[in-house]
């Protein structure tokens, strides 16, 4: 193997194994930047080491056993107060001892409890929501910080920050590394999704640049809901959000034209969608319902993602039934947002003026100033209704306000086509 | 990026020979891992080639042939549907697969076409092309 051939096979090896690895590491140092670090060193000695001894048979193991090592001589060499020596080193003999008979199946067990505790511990309240997203993208995705500059279009420096000040904070506030109980779990999961939704939306929907979408983000955050589901799967919400992520992503391909600008769902050629993740949305979605799940604010979406999804064309879409979905989650959810697609829902099933007569309050609501979905929607029904002026006056003002310049140029060209 | 894993067939499993237990515990355990790692979106075994056909084309021509079919090692005898980040993360996968069959055998590893794997170099208007020709085959058929 050439030496570049070992990094690529090393990066890939980190990448199967590197929140197992990280999440071993923090039960055991009780802090998850140190258990990084470690890992890091581990990575580093791997680097070296592979290339002339090739990668190990059970390269896991090797990583762990030589990050517990690192751990160690750290704790030799450092100053660290006695009295955290001690902890640790009873926490390493404790953990050893259990072990012993079969450490690789020790760890093997508490492996699904240890990286759920990382998924906790990377998404908390404490921190704010970009430390959220980049920490978990980090030791949970396995992905570099490069990457993650990268994917989110800032300088590499930012990212950084971001990561050492987040394992900084959690150190600080000496946040436990466990799995939250009662009343704080439903709170605590919903960070969690809510972390993997936003980098699943980041990908979906870029915000900022030119680009429309970038798939590497969506497909990093199933991955990440996929794995989460398996780790929780008693939770009927993991399912729902896995389900909306599946039948989203199952529209990527189909969601942009030749030359680069975006199609909207009911102009989709559906043959262009990706069945194996219909497929398997679907059944994510029946598997919240199965767990009575179905009310859940993810499986409700999951649902009217599902309708779509089941229409095999446009005109077969079962809009009715999407208005009353939108509706159950308003109640549960109330948002400006959701009244705006409740809306749209509605003037399908019911016509524009219906769905006017939704969206004209919203006009004056704070939360949607500056949005530019609004004079979208509200822009488009005018055009239905035959009232032109009005309507292209919406669509030029959604014009300003979108940051996607290809959008921009989608709506310009419908107000061009007004005239 | 997407990989599609194939197991190639052997006598036995051309003989309509099930795994043992064993086997199919470990290959149990080994599609658990998987899933927890997000990386199967599909997979299915096959029925031996002797419950298959063929269709061969020749022109305007088709014929179709029934199985088995002879060239046993290069026969398919299961697939998976991966999503992987790497070619050599589908390869650090497959490498943690339990043997499939009993003593020799092969496994291959096969990238999707996905449109972005065209990269700058395949531009929208070549994009547009490819999807006129598309059309164009489809309309001729």
């Not at chain 1, 980090?138 to 420096?157: C, D, K, N, S, Y």
């Not at chain 1, 983000?217 to 398996?230: H, K, N, Q, T, V």
């Not at chain 1, 446009?314 to 208005?323: C, F, L, Q, V």
């Not at chain 1, 209704?385 to 921009?408: D, F, I, P, Y």
Request: hydrophobic letters at 45%; glycine letters at 6%.
């Amino acid at each position: 193997m050439t030496e570049s051939a070992t990094h690529r096979a090393i990066d890939a090896v980190w990448r199967i194994e590197s929140a197992k690895l990280i999440a071993g590491l923090t039960r055991i140092v009780r802090d998850v930047g140190l258990a990084e670090d470690l890992a890091q060193d581990a990575l580093l000695i791997a680097l070296e080491r592979w290339p002339e001894t090739g990668v190990p048979d059970n390269p896991g193991a090797w990583l762990m056993a030589t990050a517990k090592h690192r751990a160690i001589d750290r704790l030799r060499r450092s100053k660290l107060v006695e009295r955290k020596h001690e902890e640790l080193g009873y926490e390493m003999e404790s953990h050893q001892e259990t072990a012993a008979p079969d450490l690789d199946a020790a760890i093997d067990d508490n492996v699904g409890d240890d990286l759920l505790r990382l998924v906790f511990i990377s998404c908390h309240p404490v921190l704010t929501t970009e430390a959220r997203v980049a920490l978990t993208l980090r030791l949970l995705g396995g992905l570099t910080t490069v990457e993650i500059a990268r994917a989110f279009l800032v300088p590499e420096p930012t990212i950084a920050q971001r990561i050492v000040r987040a394992k900084r904070t959690l150190s600080d506030a000496k946040v436990p590394f466990e799995v939250p109980r009662g009343d704080e779990l439903a709170a605590r999961l919903s960070s969690v999704l809510g972390v993997i939704y936003l980098i699943f939306n980041e990908g979906y929907s870029a915000t900022a640049g030119d680009s429309w979408t970038r798939p590497a983000l969506c497909e990093e955050a199933l991955r990440l809901g996929r794995i989460l589901a398996e780790l929780a799967p008693q939770e009927p919400e993991v399912h729902g959000l896995v389900a909306l992520m599946e039948i989203q992503a199952s529209r990527l391909r189909a969601r942009v034209s030749p030359s680069g600008k975006p199609v909207v769902l009911l102009d989709q050629d559906r043959s262009r969608w990706d069945h194996i993740l219909v497929r398997r949305g679907l059944a994510a979605l029946e598997r919240a319902e199965k767990l009575g799940g179905a009310v859940g604010p993810y499986a409700l979406q999951s649902a009217i993602a599902a309708c779509h999804a089941r229409a095999k064309t446009p005109g077969e879409t079962d809009w009715a039934r999407i208005a009353a979905l939108y509706h159950q989650l308003a109640q549960i959810a109330p948002s400006p947002i959701v009244e705006l697609n409740r809306a749209v829902a509605v003037s399908m099933a019911f016509g524009p003026a219906a769905g006017l007569a939704i969206v004209d309050p919203l006009v004056s609501e704070p939360a949607l100033e500056g949005y530019h979905l609004l004079p979208t929607v509200r822009g488009d029904f005018l055009a239905k209704l035959g009232r032109v002026e009005e309507a292209r006056a919406e669509l030029e003002r959604a014009a300003s306000l979108t940051r996607n310049t290809t959008e921009r140029e989608l709506l310009l060209e419908r107000v061009a086509a007004l005239r | 990026m997407r990989f599609m894993i194939l197991i190639k067939a052997d006598k036995n499993s051309e003989a309509g020979v099930l795994p043992d237990q064993k086997l199919l515990t470990e290959m149990g355990k080994f599609n658990e891992e998987l899933v927890k790692a997000g990386v199967m979106l599909a997979g299915e075994g096959l029925q031996p080639s002797s419950k298959g056909a063929r269709v061969r084309f020749s022109g305007k021509n088709r014929s179709v042939i029934d199985g088995p079919f002879s060239e046993t090692k290069e026969l398919i005898a299961g697939f998976w549907l991966w999503q992987c980040k790497s070619k050599e993360e589908a390869i650090e996968w497959v490498k943690r697969c339990p043997n499939p069959m009993e003593g020799e055998s092969e496994v291959e590893i096969r990238q999707v076409f996905e449109n972005e794997d065209f990269g700058a170099e395949f531009t929208p208007e070549l994009r547009a092309q490819e999807d006129r020709i598309r059309a164009e085959i489809a309309a001729r058929q």
